[in-house]
């Protein structure tokens, strides 16, 4: 990797990495669990970013990863916390996710987009979804679960 690209994969890392923290904490429960799967997550993404970069959008190619890596783990963490295990029991994942972001990170659809590699009017929708779904109660839950954090 050139100069140019180190930098690039550096500016990706330091912009996503905190976000891809809170989303695995949101999922997992776990911290060491959270950190190993965002870390697994980077170290893939390293290791492709001169492919990625030639793609279209090379944050839903991270996102992608990172869902995989989320996925692994959850099977040797514990369960989800039950405000977010129905939200992913009951939507499809991508809508899952931007209501998790939304509602449990407290993001921006523009940030959400932007994290997921996803357009806004895209974010747009899925959350529509996500509230059509479920009550304005259980989205507030989601809400209160953060707060406690």
Do not use: K
């Amino acid at each position: 990797m050139n100069q140019q690209s180190l930098l690039g994969l550096a500016a990706f890392v330091q912009l996503h990495r905190i976000h891809y923290l809170s989303y695995a904490r949101a999922r997992l429960l776990d911290e060491t669990a959270s950190e190993a799967a965002v870390d697994a997550t980077i170290s893939a993404v390293a290791g492709r970013w001169s492919e990625l970069l030639r793609n279209a959008r090379p944050a839903a190619d991270a996102w992608q990863q990172l869902r995989a890596q989320i996925h692994a783990a959850s099977r040797e963490a514990g369960g989800p916390d039950p405000a977010v295990g129905r939200l992913y029991c009951a939507l499809p994942q991508d809508t899952a996710d931007t209501a998790l972001l939304r509602w449990r990170l407290s993001m921006t659809p523009e940030a959400i987009a932007d994290l997921m590699g996803i357009d806004i009017p895209t974010v747009t929708a899925s959350l529509l979804t996500a509230r059509r779904q479920f009550s304005d109660t259980a989205l507030r839950q989601l809400e209160h679960h953060a707060s406690q954090q």
